[in-house]
């Protein structure tokens, strides 16, 4: 009997003893070597330091890239960036030429980082390819850099008169947004640390300020928020600079609930609300992050739209994406922008009602922010904060009432002119109606 040449194929097997040996040794290498793009401590809490993934890169990519200056790991030694790199030297020397008097020398700096390494490089959701020494280094020379920058800000310690990155006035604006970029972080402890050393070895009496009201201090000169918002915030700490802004702008009553057994749904864009008689007003708050819908009104704190709160939102939006606790605040105000801003009309209503202020560019500029900001990112609306207002706006637009009185008088009464075309349409309707009843009449007097 013929036996088919493509089932002995399929029938032989290769003994184990006979496969390649060197095939089975690079098997095993590649499962005992340790992923590093993405390291096993990405997935713990105590990771907080991400790349940005490929998909935000590819609609927001300089938005979340250093122009001036690295701040820990992932962007260190890039040659774009090594005039403020010469310069985090001169802030060192700067710093020890107050402490190292007092007893606090830079091998004190050194050696009281290197027990956080471990801790510090597990914050980082890569594999960081640095020695050790390499490693504490750029800790102790980025967080002295940081910490010197923030205290002269707050006039703790004075500026040099000549300070380049002072006098020169482009600089501060980018190294802020730059401080405020998910790559380009350090943890928070370990500033926290440096900070605690630096005050306690030069024992001022205005060093009373702790690290975070001198921060937050720092980004007010971009945020504009009053005094009395920022001082009750001084025992505030984050993960790093970019969580601890925030966290300072999350206001407390605005928790994340539990998922609900109804489902929330999205709303409409500006106009289409409009025409629903939904209005949309600015109101004062605290915190831009404060929405409220109540009796047909959505208000809205004003929020200016400027490079910084561009570089704020979409770093806060990438780092609540990677992150695995925490809330979604910023996602979800990115969210209900998307939701309101369907072309560049509706941004120039939210302008024109002070709801926002315009520092980026045209109103369609603004309206490709806005809709990129919400692409390919990760959101559940039942468990956002803002879920209840999202189904609140929907049961009103659903309501058919309110919609059809609404789209008249959006249609009849929006402009003069349509109102003096609908009134002149009215007048003549009536004239029509008297002279018909005159000509009835007519017909039977006679």
Known sequence: MDTNPIQEEHNHVTPISEMNNDLLASMYKKIAKPPRLLSSAAGKASCCIFRVPQSLLEINGKSYQPHIVSIGPYHRGEPHLRMIEEHKWRYLGSLLSRTEPKGLTLQHYLKSIEPMEARARECYSETIHLSSDEFVEMMVLDGCFLIELFRKNGRVVRFERDDPLVNMFWVIPFMVRDFLRLENQIPYFVLEHLYDLITKAEDRKDSVKSLSLLALGFFNNHMLRPDPVI?????????????????????????????????????HCVSKLRHAGIKLNAKEFESFLMV?????????????????????????????????????????????????????????????????????????????????????????????????????????????????????KYTYFDTPWSFVSALAALILLILTVLQTLYSVLSFYNS
């Open 231 to 267: 001082e009750k915030l001084h025992s505030l700490t984050g993960k790093h600079l970019l969580d601890l802004l925030r966290l300072s702008v999350i206001p407390a009553g605005y928790a994340e609930p539990q998922r609900s057994s109804t489902p929330t749904h999205i709303i």
């Open 292 to 408: 409220k819908f109540k009796r047909g009104v959505i208000e809205m704190p004003t929020i200016t739209i400027d490079d910084f709160m561009s570089a704020f939102l979409l770093n806060c939006v990438a780092y609540e994406q990677c992150h695995k606790s925490c809330s979604k605040h910023i996602t979800t105000y990115a969210t209900l922008l998307d939701c309101l801003v369907n072309s560049y009309k509706d941004v120039e209503y939210l302008c024109d009602r002070n709801i926002m202020e315009n520092c980026y560019g045209n109103d369609g500029e603004i309206s490709h922010f806005i809709n990129n900001m919400g692409k390919d990112v990760a959101f559940d609306y039942d468990r956002c904060y803002l879920s209840k207002l999202f189904n609140d706006v929907h049961d009103y637009y659903r309501n058919s009432w309110h919609v059809t009185w609404a789209s008249f």
